[in-house]
């Protein structure tokens, strides 16, 4: 058996202005009433992040290679959209997603009151667990000003 790992990684920045009838989404759930992420998707960094550790787990590129933002077809895509389409390039490459887990770094919005339902959304679109873990930057940096929110993956791949 093959045991591999993969690292993914994202972030977004706050928008400055609000864009109508954007919402901010983390891990596939909406947070109404949130300042929004700047993103030529949903920028679900949550998302992202997941697809990004899978990809690399198989060796299969990064998120940009397969979904870049230069392509009009992705612009306000649903990232939970995304993620399942990588989960099926991974099995359809003979991959067997074992786990990923997350950490999530932002100052706000408080993400414990969602934090089961992104990760149902989240581990159905990918076909195994995903665990998603709050984190704060302490008023340190970037994060820590609440000018973005990152996110850091580590995602299990196996194949006989």
Do not use: Y
Not at 35 to 48: E, K, M, N, P
Not at 107 to 134: C, H, I
């Amino acid at each position: 058996m093959i045991i591999r790992v993969g690292q993914g990684f994202d972030i977004h920045r706050f928008e400055e202005s609000p864009t109508p009838g954007r919402v901010l989404v983390l891990g596939g759930q909406q947070f109404p009433g949130e300042r929004t992420l700047a993103g030529h998707s949903d920028a679900d960094v949550i998302a992202h992040a997941v697809a990004d550790a899978l990809l690399g787990a198989a060796g299969m590129g990064d998120i940009g290679q397969h979904f870049p933002d230069t392509d009009a077809k992705w612009r306000n895509a649903d990232s939970i959209e995304i993620l399942r389409a990588v989960a099926g390039m991974l099995t359809n490459a003979g991959w067997t997603i074992g786990n990923v887990d997350c950490s999530v770094v932002c100052e706000s919005p408080k993400l414990a009151p969602k934090r089961d339902a992104m990760q149902v959304s989240l581990s159905n679109a990918a076909g195994a667990p995903v665990t998603v873990k709050g984190r704060r930057a302490e008023g340190l940096g970037a994060l820590g000003r609440s000018e973005g929110i990152a996110c850091f993956a580590s995602a299990v791949v196996t194949r006989d």
